[in-house]
């Protein structure tokens, strides 16, 4: 049986810097404190800032508690060119740090860095979450120098850091329906950029839990890194129905806790298994600022795991 151990990240304290959702309720140290007491093993990163950003100091918050560095997002406006530098240079000051961090604790199990585009800032995407159509897709062109630039800054990420990047497909991005995952997929090198497989965002951008099995199947070589999210049907349905906008199904629970949607979790976890998967997978109970009670979610999510001998 493979290892796969359990992680959790800061977006699961309400750590989520979109744009006019700032706002944290929580110092790093309470939400790793609260992490560590639920049962997880390894965090990822949050946004930049919101813990230490440099090695030493992060890695001592890391080791007195036992922890595993996983992986830091960082967003990119991959679709416009002029852009694509000052993020280039961001994923490699992240995936230093990673490195850094990870280099000083001494891991097995390397660090991702998670590439994605600015998620949540094009307004049309974001009113359109859940419910894209082709005509609210990027363009030939713009798919061209969209992956041309996700393509490069994962080899600068390589080269610099020497960490591999997988891409977070991500609901009010523009990659979130399952067409779009396998179009960034077809136009990147597979040596050099993976997937990051998240069951809540592919369930509500495919618009339903109905094909995340076939879709694990479908991008299986590329599949490097798992966040396991919940998807309710019901949110998701009423979004449609009421025509809301991304942050108000999430404000809504689109994604529930582990266990309360329709994601099939054993059978993923049976999957991952006898694909050989091994190091973390991490939960994501996506929240808003303020919303819910962090750790007691967090510690529901982790007792829902160990029923999947997790």
């Known amino acids: ?33 609260e992490l560590v007491g639920t049962g997880y093993t390894g965090s990822e990163l949050g946004d930049w800032g919101f813990m230490p950003t440099e090695p030493d100091a992060l890695a001592a918050e890391y080791r007195k508690r036992g922890l595993t560095m996983t992986g830091a997002y960082v967003g990119v406006k991959l679709r416009d060119p002029a852009a694509h530098a000052v993020g280039e240079e961001a994923a490699v000051r992240t995936a230093k740090l990673l490195a850094e ?15 994605a585009d600015d998620a949540g800032t094009d ?12 005509d609210l897709m990027l363009s030939d062109a713009e798919w061209n120098h969209y992956a041309q630039a996700a393509e490069r800054i994962a ?5 610099t850091s020497g960490l591999r990047t997988v891409f977070h497909h991500h609901c009010a991005g523009y990659v979130e329906t399952p067409e779009e995952i396998a179009r960034i997929l077809e136009l990147t090198d597979p040596t050099v950029l ?3 497989f998240d069951t809540g965002h592919y369930a509500f951008g495919a ?30 349905n009423q979004a449609k129905a009421q025509g809301w906008g991304y942050f108000d199904a999430v404000r809504h629970g689109v994604f529930c806790e582990l266990g309360q949607g329709c994601v099939d979790f054993a059978a993923v976890t049976q999957w991952l298994r006898a694909h050989d998967y091994t190091g973390f997978i991490t939960v994501e109970q996506d929240v808003l600022p303020g919303m819910g009670a962090p750790k007691e979610s967090a510690g529901r999510n982790r007792a829902f795991l160990r029923t999947l001998t997790l």
């Open 101 to 115: 961090t990870a280099q000083r604790l001494g891991q097995s199990v390397q660090p991702f860095l998670v590439l």
């Open 194 to 196: 993976g997937l990051v």
């Open 207 to 236: 618009g339903g839990c109905e094909t995340v099995m076939a879709a694990l199947e479908r991008f299986a070589d590329r599949i490097w890194y798992v966040h396991y999210k919940d998807f309710d049907p019901n949110v998701g």
């Open 123 to 134: 307004p049309v995407r974001v009113a359109n979450a859940g419910r894209v159509t082709p």
């Open 155 to 159: 080899r600068a990420v390589k080269e």
């Open 1 to 33: 049986m493979s290892t796969i151990s359990v992680g959790n990240a800061p977006c699961s304290w309400g750590t989520l810097e979109f744009e006019g959702k700032e706002g944290r309720s929580y110092h790093f140290t309470q939400m790793l404190d």
